[in-house]
């Protein structure tokens, strides 16, 4: 971690393509119209943290943020711009890591739903500022994500380091990281807040991370994805549950939860919630509910399903040989 100089920030107008904006953020000279599908870019916090994959393992690390799509139907992610800079010189990164992750609805990153190998042809680095171009782009639905960088530097010294962003909005969790075993961080091996948990760079650092996204904001309804239910489950004889949350992604406003097959009053909260009401009646004996989600068409379609349980589950011991 370091602080960056205030001439990084102000002393620049154009950098290899890159303009400067309000603020001391950075923004690509588009040749093109593109919507700006999420941005975090525009308060730096003055801090700078490695996110690397060097020569020295034990130094290894990764950093990650959340971000939210609000797009009526898919979201075509053509690039990401960051903030970053470099400790050392004379090396540049052989790649960049760029993973996508769903939410977990807990503060970290969920399943890991896509990783790239994004080779230097497909990313301009201006200083340390990378402008990575999506080829083929991605599709994501409407909801929250997380998305990692880490840079492959070939050298034991030189590392990649992410800037942070000194507000919390419009970000819903504060930015995470994750290290080796033994070493920076030790205690944060898997995925933990970076600050609040991990103290990168201290307890009193900005909580998030400079990036964009840009892409194209509309398009056709993705097939919609359950990540989890919100009770899960309740005992036999229940009073109504209201709400059962549904939390996920790919969620439009027409989006129907079917309640074993069967469709039922559904509450469009956001991209990554809806909610419906489980009357009493339905909860009297016993059973395991198929819950899923429709999405109509254009595109669309029918989610995976999550099981909603009346009854008390069952935890079987895990034995350690």
């Given at each position: 971690m370091w602080r960056k100089s205030l001439t990084h920030w102000l002393g620049l107008v154009l950098i290899g393509g890159l303009l400067s904006a309000p603020g001391g953020a950075f923004h690509r000279a588009s040749a093109s119209p593109q919507d700006i599908l999420y941005t975090q870019n525009d308060q730096p916090g003055g801090n700078s943290v490695r996110s690397t994959n060097g020569l020295l393992d034990v130094q290894d690390n990764q950093l990650g943020d959340d971000f939210t799509l609000n797009c009526s139907g898919s979201?075509?992610?053509?690039?990401?711009?960051?903030?970053?800079?470099?400790?050392?010189?004379?090396?540049?990164?052989t790649d960049l890591l760029v993973e996508i992750y769903a939410d977990a609805d807990a503060g970290v990153p969920g399943a890991l739903w896509h990783s790239r190998t994004v080779l230097p042809a497909n990313f301009v680095d201006s200083g340390g500022d990378f402008m990575i171009n999506m080829v083929p782009p991605l599709v994501l639905g409407g909801g929250i994500w997380w998305v990692s960088v880490q840079a492959t530097m070939n050298s034991f010294s030189v590392t990649w380091t992410w800037d942070d962003h000194l507000a919390a909005a419009p970000s819903v969790y504060p930015s995470v990281y994750r290290g080796a075993v033994g070493g920076i961080a030790s205690q944060c091996t898997s995925w933990q807040p970076r600050v609040a948990i991990c103290k990168q760079p201290n307890a009193t650092a900005a909580p998030d991370l400079m990036f964009e996204v840009e892409g194209i904001g509309t398009g056709d309804n993705l097939a919609p994805y359950i990540l989890r239910l919100a009770p899960a489950f309740v005992p036999p004889g229940s009073g109504d549950v209201a709400p059962l949350k549904i939390r996920g992604h790919s969620f439009v406003a027409t989006s129907e939860v079917r309640w074993d097959g069967a469709?039922?009053?559904?509450?469009?909260?956001?991209?990554?919630?809806?909610?419906?009401?489980?009357?009493?009646?339905?909860?009297?004996?016993?059973?395991?509910?198929?819950?899923?989600?429709?999405?109509?068409?254009?595109?669309?379609?029918?989610?995976?399903?999550?099981?909603?349980?009346?009854?008390?589950?069952?935890?079987?011991?895990?034995i350690r040989r």
């Open positions: 979201c075509t992610i053509n690039s990401f711009f960051l903030s970053g800079d470099y400790q050392g010189s004379g090396v540049s990164p469709p039922v009053p559904t509450t469009f909260i956001s991209n990554s919630e809806l909610q419906i009401t489980v009357p009493a009646a339905w909860l009297v004996a016993r059973d395991l509910i198929e819950v899923t989600v429709f999405n109509p068409p254009v595109g669309g379609g029918t989610s995976n399903p999550r099981y909603f349980l009346v009854g008390e589950p069952v935890f079987l011991p895990v």
